[in-house]
């Protein structure tokens, strides 16, 4: 069995519920799911295992800052997730976009990064900075 080197990633959120409508819509489209949790658990998002229950790491987890400050994003940093095909970079963007979520990058070829390198970038409602890619 091979394991993933990423158990998770967090992500700071200013409003739970503005975030979960937002996750909820654009995961789907790359093949993540929600990870039911506990009433008033942050949502939490991951893979689901192809045969029996579970889901795959790593998780995306949605949470408010422990420390009570305001969450904020990192300059210079986002959070790539693999899609399927070109097609599915476009839906991502789309799906995004409808949910609250701004341009970063409309889909296409990023040359600088390869020849086959197709990506697209957003950021969430609270800022963070997303991105679905593929390789043609």
């Known amino acids: 069995m091979t394991h993933s080197v990423f158990s998770h990633v967090t992500l700071g959120s200013n409003d739970l519920q503005t975030s979960a409508l937002f996750y909820d819509a654009v995961m789907p489209v790359l093949g993540l799911q929600r990870i ?6 942050p949502p939490a998002y991951a893979r689901p295992v192809e045969q029996g229950e579970g889901f795959k790491l790593p998780y ?3 949470y ?4 009570g400050e305001p969450a904020c994003v990192g300059n210079g940093s986002h959070l790539a997730l693999q899609a399927g095909s070109a097609a599915e ?11 609250g979520g701004s341009d970063e990058g409309a889909p296409g070829v990023r040359a600088h990064y390869g020849d086959d390198y197709y990506a697209a970038y957003v950021r969430d409602p609270d800022g963070n900075k997303l991105q679905a890619v593929c390789y043609l």
């Open 36 to 41: 039911p949790k506990p009433e008033g658990k």
């Open 60 to 62: 995306i987890y949605i």
């Open 64 to 67: 408010s800052p422990y420390d």
């Open 89 to 99: 970079v476009d839906r991502f963007y789309a799906v995004a976009l409808e949910h």
